[in-house]
């Protein structure tokens, strides 16, 4: 009774700070928008863990975050390794590589009609394929090393990024296309200073919706065949032997790199793309 009451006061708090930073005044500080989420997270945990106490519930139900803590911190070593795996050399390896092949065959497709009534429609079947379908494909042909991660994180995130860079390609108006003319300017300096210019926008939310995909990719796909390391492989056998608390450990883990990977696209597409309206004020 007593975890509730701590909770339920805890709650008012920050609710009645929340109402604060609420202000017009307030809430348009960049500290303010910072603030408000975290406290927002912390008001949950502190909840969850009262409740957990509160009715005693068991750790290999749900444990409570203080435990979860307690889990993460003794266990960096083995956290850091499944990260490498898992984070570094399937999801990244996978993104780079799906990110550049499909901003090329965007450029191919774009360049003929004939591919972009041709492939386009099969990239959208491909992209409709569910993932625990494909990835033991996968895995049974590039093995349980990080490459079959790779390859499947490239099937992930190759048609979003592709469907939004040909979009993309596709925005400059007849005006802009002329006046390059004008200039005697062929189709490689077209494309390079007036239309993967202004299509940047589009290859960046794709990139962005590509960022979390890669992620969840990567694990899943170590559910199917995985070397003893690994978020997927962890998380699998943690619910095995139930140690829960291990496993919130890697969902701690995993949430944090898929929130600073989707943060370094959004923070790149700032800094490249400043003179789009969407990036102004």
Not at 14 to 33: D, F, G, S, T, V
Request: no cysteine; glycine share 8%; net charge positive.
């Amino acid at each position: 009774m007593i975890w509730l009451m701590a909770a339920f006061l805890f709650w008012l708090g920050a609710m009645a700070l929340n109402l604060r930073l609420a202000h017009p005044k307030l809430a348009q500080k960049r500290w303010a928008k910072v603030v408000v989420p975290l406290l927002f997270g912390l008001t949950i945990i502190v909840i969850w863990e009262a409740l957990v106490r509160a009715f005693d519930v068991s750790a290999a139900i749900l444990p409570a975050p203080s435990a979860v803590a307690v889990t993460f911190f003794n266990s960096t070593d083995l956290l850091w390794q499944d990260f490498t795996q898992t984070v570094l050399k399937g999801a990244l390896r996978g993104y780079i590589i799906g990110a550049v092949a499909a901003i090329i065959t965007a450029v191919l497709i774009d360049r003929s009609p004939f591919l972009t009534q041709g492939l386009l429609p099969i990239g959208n079947f491909v992209a409709a394929l569910p993932i625990v379908g494909v990835a033991p494909i996968l895995v049974s042909w590039f093995g349980f090393d990080w490459h079959s991660k790779a390859a499947v994180v490239v099937v992930m995130v190759f048609f979003p990024i592709l469907v939004n860079t040909v979009q993309g390609l596709r925005e400059t108006d007849a005006m802009q296309r002329d006046l390059m003319k004008t200039y005697a300017a062929g189709y490689l300096p077209t494309l390079l200073k007036l239309r993967l210019p202004a299509a940047l926008p589009f290859i960046f939310n794709g990139l962005k919706i590509a960022a979390t995909l890669a992620l969840i990719g990567a694990i899943v796909a170590e559910y199917f065949g995985s070397p003893t390391r690994g978020m997927g492989f962890r998380i699998s056998t943690g619910v095995g032997s139930l140690s829960i608390d291990l496993v919130w450990a890697e969902i701690v883990v995993a949430a944090l790199a898929g929130t600073a990977f989707y943060g370094g696209v959004a923070w790149i597409e700032k800094k490249v793309t400043f003179w789009h309206p969407s990036q102004r004020g």
